[in-house]
């Protein structure tokens, strides 16, 4: 199957009562790794790409192209979205011009005029491509590739006059953080949550920072109307913590461990366990 939007697999998992993972690419071992969790789990599966990410790939087009050779050579057969994350105006335009299926405007640095405007612009352009498109009210704490957010709560006022211009998903800040969580994080905003929900009727929510919220207040998010969770530096920590195990167990210094495919097996191995145990979290194992 090749790429599709994120509107049905979201729309189900909506309905359904489970969120779809975010899982973000850096390389090929990671793409290989994500798409193989999400066959092994028969689940829907989002792949994310920053504008750093693809940029570190060479380019938008590279991205496309390998990915769409994988889900033909390894044959997947779950749904799965090529998303933009975090993108910009002209970013998110690249990307639909390169053969993404679905793109993040991230206009929440704006003032909420500018980005109903151009998130309004990128809809359309969107639309009529069949593409899906998450925008974002509210900067999320942490850093959003290498944009430094304060980590506001969403106005839910805001939130539905970006939900009303037609995006598929909405990226709300509800205390929720990019990157590791402080000792002293608050938890999520379920008040906030749920103001958001009632206001917005029907529309998928999408939880950044995924990586590291308790599993109780997941659950309970979920049942709040998110229906899609990224997922980023949990990966990039087990996929560091077994390529130094390796390393410092000396294994490259043994006969042909110096083998590059033999360095990053440990950390891919890791990807895909942390993939699959979100997705049973997440409650979209077995929903392809
Ligand atoms: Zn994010």
Same mark, same amino acid.
């Given at each position: 199957m090749g790429l599709v939007s994120a509107k049905d697999m979201l729309e189900t998992a909506r309905k359904e009562g489970y969120a779809v993972g975010q899982f973000n690419i850096n390389n090929l071992e990671w793409t290989k790794a994500i798409l193989t969790a999400a066959q092994e789990a028969n689940s829907p599966v989002i792949l994310g790409v920053s504008e750093g990410a693809a940029r570190y790939m060479t380019g938008f087009d590279t991205v496309v192209g390998m990915v769409e050779g994988m889900l033909k050579n390894l044959d997947i057969t779950v749904p799965v979205a090529l998303h933009l994350d975090h993108g910009s105006f002209e970013g998110a335009k690249a990307c639909i011009e390169a053969g993404f299926s679905s793109v993040m405007f991230d !206009? =929440?640095?704006?003032?909420i005029d500018e980005n109903i405007e151009k998130t309004k612009e990128i809809v359309k352009y969107a639309n009529e491509r069949g593409i899906s498109v998450e925008a974002e009210v509210g900067a999320i704490g942490g850093e959003e590739d290498g944009v430094v957010g304060t980590g506001e709560v969403a106005d839910p006022q805001e939130c539905k006059q970006i939900a009303?211009?037609?995006?598929t998903m909405l990226a709300a800040g509800i205390g929720n953080i990019h990157g590791k969580y402080p000792d002293n994080w608050q938890g999520l905003s379920f008040d906030v949550l749920k103001e958001i929900q009632d206001i917005t009727g029907q529309m998928p929510l999408v939880l950044h920072g !995924? =990586?590291?919220?308790p599993t109780d207040m997941i659950k309970e998010a979920i049942s709040l109307g998110v229906s899609k969770i990224n997922v980023n530096t949990e990966l990039q920590l087990v996929f560091a913590e077994a390529t130094r195990k390796y390393i410092e167990e000396g294994?490259?210094?043994?006969?042909?461990?110096?083998d590059p495919r033999k360095i990053l097996k440990p950390g891919y191995e890791r990807i895909i366990a942390g993939v699959k145990e979100k997705m049973d979290i997440f409650g979209s194992t077995n929903k392809a």
């Open positions: !206009g =929440s640095h704006y003032p009303d211009l037609g995006v !995924g =990586s590291g919220i294994k490259d210094k043994v006969g042909k461990g110096f």
